[in-house]
Structure formats: C-alpha cells, structure tokens
C-alpha cells in the first residue's frame, strides 16, 4: 500500500519532485515528500496500477516543503497545466516545471529564518517571483519589439510562441510595449497596430531603460 503524504501538511524541510510515465505521455507529476524522491517513485511506481515505472525527472530539497509543493501547483495552475483537479498531475513542458523548481529552490535558500518561522515562506515566494519576474520582462521587451516591427503587428499568442513564455508574461510584455507607443490599442481579435519603426522601437526603450519620460 502507498504511503500517501496527504496527511494534514505541517512546515518543515523535504523534496519537491518531478516525475513522469511512459504510460502517461505529456503528463507530469509534481509532489512532495519527507523521504527520498527514489523511495516514493519506487511506491507509486509498484502500487498505482500504472503498467510502466514512473521515472524520477528532477528534484530539489527545501526548507518548507509544504509551501514549495503548494505555490508550484498554483503556478502551474494559473498557467493552464493543470490536468486534474485535486491530483498532481500538470500538462506541463518538462523544462518549465524544471526551471521552476530551480526558480523556487534558489529563493527559498534566501528567505530569512524568521520569515520561515513567522509561516511567511509562500509570502516571501511570491515577492521574490514577482521581483524575478519584472527583471526578466525588461530583458524580453527589446526581444519582443523586435518581433513586432519585423513582422508588422503584435499579439500577445504570436509574442507567448516566438519567446516561448506564458500567456501571463506575454500579455504584460504586450501592455507594456502599449505604454511605451511601440504598438496600439486592443482592436478585437485582430493583431494591434505596430506605430514604430524598429530602430525608433529601439531608441524608445533605450529612453524608457534610462528612466527618461517619453512623451
């Protein structure tokens, strides 16, 4: 019989893993556990009925297991990759979910003890995200305007598939190069209007990286 770790969760250092099945094809699953990541895909693997082993993919020890297991389900969640409800598995690029687990791995080492302690660890995660999240939007702009005055017109589908990020980054990438007038307005369902040049494209967030007011 498998032992389950959906005993009532308590805070506390453990595994977040990545697993997959040739049995399952585009399907991941993403858990936790006090013990070895080996020890646990070797239970699912004997007892779940599935006819192939699972293989262990990717996975990283944290302080607070808990709160890593459940802001990874949520991430993955508000990008569409869940695949069922209430269950660990995710229809998720394997890479993604790796990069997460390092993204998630390398911020839960510079949380403060006190934060830990204080039952902070899925407020500090979030910040630190955040935090992560504007610097790599400012790298993808210049990618992304590039994009748009070469081709002639913006989406935020066409920008999510060229820099092969998240349909969130992507429609903040899109509202972002609105307010800089690289592009135009929202027009339904057709592409927005690019109103810039690629080289004024470029000048015009060389102004705006140097905090200088475009009007």
């Known amino acids: 019989m498998v032992k389950n770790d959906t005993r009532p969760p308590e805070p506390g250092p453990g595994y977040i ?3 997959i099945n040739n049995s399952m094809p585009g ?3 993403v858990g ?3 013990r070895s990541p080996l ?16 293989q262990l993919v990717y996975d990283v020890l944290v302080p607070d297991a808990v709160a890593a297991e459940q802001f990874v ?18 229809r998720a690029p394997i890479h993604e979910v790796v990069k997460l687990l390092m993204r998630v791995r390398e911020l839960m080492e510079s949380i403060t003890i006190e934060r830990s302690l204080s039952g902070e660890t899925r407020i500090a995660l979030e910040e630190g995200f955040s935090a992560q999240d504007e610097d790599a939007l400012d790298e993808l702009l210049e990618s992304a305007a590039a994009i748009c005055t070469e081709t002639g017109q913006a989406s935020i589908s066409m920008i999510q598939r060229r820099l092969r990020i998240g349909y969130p980054s992507a429609a903040r990438i899109i509202e972002q190069l609105e307010k800089l007038g690289i592009i135009g307005p929202a ?7 690019v109103l810039l040049s690629k ?4 000048k015009r967030l060389r102004l705006a990286q140097a ?4 009007k």
Do not use: C, W
Request: proline share 5%; net charge positive.
């Open 17 to 19: 893993y990545l697993l």
């Open 27 to 29: 399907l991941v699953k």
């Open 39 to 54: 020890e646990r895909m070797g239970e699912l693997s004997s007892a779940t009925g599935v006819p192939t082993p699972f």
């Open 199 to 202: 080289s004024d494209a470029e």
């Open 187 to 193: 027009e339904g369902s057709t592409p927005r209007k």
């Open 32 to 34: 936790r556990t006090t």
């Open 211 to 214: 905090g200088k007011v475009i």
């Open 73 to 90: 389900h949520d991430a993955l969640t508000k990008q569409g990759y869940r695949a069922t409800e209430n269950r660990e598995f995710f």
